[in-house]
């Protein structure tokens, strides 16, 4: 009778303390782009031909104070702060030119949407050759994501430029595309809240602010909690085509606290918390440094398919700043992403090349 007794009481606390199995959740990746950024402010920071240009900076006192310094490492990290003092200590960061650590875009346009077609697609499709709205042909990563059933409905695009549905295509791919001030038809407070203030903001560049589109693209990763998010910002290259170099500077640097807080509020969020992958890039490059140029983006204007690459989270290897030459291409970037979510984009599924992914950035 004793023996049955321990052998019950041995079973109980086997029982309650027995390891408890962890339950895996599914990895996620948030993808931002900063439009027609160029590498030069990423790795150099200010220009100081353009800064004291009165033609490009109408605020040359504040820029001065706020963003220049003579040291380099110092200058770049007044701009983008969160880039270097988080991304590129605990991430990758790739494109400087200056060690011949190149990224290009691989489309023969340089523009918008050749390279945002090249980023999701993988492929520098010579076909997509204007900026105009025209439903995109080619299957693209996230719409690939979104076919995966334990992904079904945790994609989502929040986009300043209104060409975007149709760079993703959205009406075929079915993943949720909010562009410009599209009403935003959901329950929750603060998302109604931002549907209000979209319609009523004043709109510099005749669409939506960023700040707006940030926010939106938060509050709905809080309640919604997709597994793929893509943000893409417009204003660096707006401000850049008017020749306003200090407004340029100034979207710069509100992005990188815009994505600076989004780290942070993923890292209080359970399903992200350690489980994310932050990707940082850009559609294409612009005209060079110290000239007119650097407005201008294009086959026509040299430097613009010169990009640059960020990447941070528990998949990355903590490679830092790259300093030692090699050549990478946009193209590789959707399968990169297919890649860090434990998933396949290729040209069978794909059902056109895609570029090979970005694997000695991998752990």
Known sequence: ????????????????????????????????TLDGLRWQEIFNGADSV?????????????????????????????????????????????????????????????FSYPGYNEIFTGFPD??????????????????????????????AAFTTWDVFPYILNKKRSGIYVNADVDTIHFKDPALSLLNEMQFVTAKPINVRPDL???????????????NLLYISFDETDDFAHSGMYDQYLKSLHAEDAMISNLWNTIQ???????????IITCDHGRGGTGKSTWKNHGQEVKESSQIWFAAMGPKIANAGEIKKPMQ?????????????????FNEKNAKHPVGQPLNFILK
Do not use: C
Request: aromatic letters at 12%; hydrophobic letters at 40%.
């Open 328 to 344: 990478l291409y946009q193209k590789q970037i959707a399968a990169t992403i297919a890649t860090l979510m434990d998933q396949d």
């Open 50 to 110: 353009i800064l004291n240009d009165k033609t490009y900076d109408g605020d040359i006192d504040y820029i001065k104070t706020n963003f220049w310094a003579t040291d380099v490492n110092t200058r770049r990290s007044l701009i983008t702060p969160f880039i270097w003092n988080t991304v590129a200590k605990q991430g990758v960061l790739m494109g400087n030119r200056n060690y011949d650590a190149n990224f290009n875009v691989a489309n023969k346009y340089q």
């Open 212 to 226: 707006l589109t940030y926010f939106t693209a938060k509050e709905y990763l809080k309640a919604y909690h997709p």
């Open 126 to 155: 010579d076909s997509v050759n204007s900026n105009d709205k025209i439903l995109n042909k080619n299957i693209n990563v996230l719409e690939y994501i979104n076919s995966v059933p334990k992904y079904k409905g945790k994609v």
């Open 268 to 278: 209080s969020i359970p399903q992200y918390k350690n489980n994310t992958t932050l």
């Open 1 to 32: 009778m004793i023996d049955l007794l321990i052998l019950w009481l041995l079973s109980l606390v086997s029982l309650f303390f027995s390891p408890i199995k962890k339950v895996e959740s599914n990895p996620n990746v948030i993808v931002v």
